[in-house]
C-alpha cells in the first residue's frame, strides 16, 4: 500500500486482515511510496517468504506497472492486481472493475453535462462489470495450473 495515499486506506486494511483470519492465512501488509521503496518491499517479501502479494490500487503502482510486474516474475511471486492491464504486461492474474465500460459511463456523463445537465444533479455510480483475467503463460512459469471452466451441453 501507498502510505502516501491521500484517502486513508485503515478500513480496507481492517477488511483484508479480517478476511484472512477467517481463512486461516497470515497477512503482511508492505508499503511503498517511491519507486525505491518498491525494490525495498520486494525486498522484505523475499525475507519474509510470502506465498503470494496482492498489490493495493493506487496511482504510483500503475505508473510502475512494469517494475512491478519483472520484480514479482524475478522473484517468483504469484501477485494480484485490480487492472487487467497489469496481466497484459506478464502480472500473473487481476481482478477488478471493467475499464472500458467505466469509461463508457464517464462519455455518457460528460455529454448530460455538454446537454446542460447539472452534474450535482448526477447519481453516482458504481462500477457493475468486474472481470477476472489470468495470464496462463506466466502461471506456467510460477508452476500453477489453473483448469480451464467447461460449459456443459445444452440439455434438450
Known amino acids: 500500500m501507498n502510505p502516501n495515499d491521500s484517502v486513508p ?21 508492505l508499503q511503498a511510496g517511491t519507486e525505491r521503496d518498491i525494490d525495498k518491499a520486494f525486498t522484505s517479501l523475499i525475507d519474509l517468504r510470502v506465498d503470494a502479494l ?14 512491478l510486474v519483472a520484480l514479482a516474475a524475478r522473484h517468483a511471486i504469484p501477485t494480484l492486481y485490480w487492472r487487467r492491464e497489469f496481466v497484459e504486461a506478464g502480472g500473473l492474474m487481476s481482478y477488478g472493475s471493467n475499464l472500458a465500460d467505466a469509461l463508457r459511463v ?3 456523463y460528460a455529454a448530460r453535462i455538454l446537454k446542460g445537465e447539472n452534474p450535482g444533479d448526477l447519481p453516482v455510480q458504481q462500477p457493475t462489470k468486474f472481470e477476472l483475467v489470468i495470464n496462463l503463460k506466466t502461471a506456467k512459469a510460477l508452476g ?8 456443459p451441453a445444452p440439455t434438450r
Open 106 to 108: 464517464v462519455g455518457v
Open 144 to 151: 500453477l495450473e489453473f483448469l480451464r471452466p467447461f460449459s
Open 9 to 29: 486506506a485503515s478500513n480496507e486494511t481492517n477488511d483484508i486482515r479480517a478476511a484472512a483470519r477467517s481463512v486461516g492465512q497470515r497477512i503482511e501488509i
Open 54 to 67: 496482492l498489490v493495493a490500487p493506487h496511482a504510483l503502482f500503475a505508473t510502475q506497472a512494469s517494475q
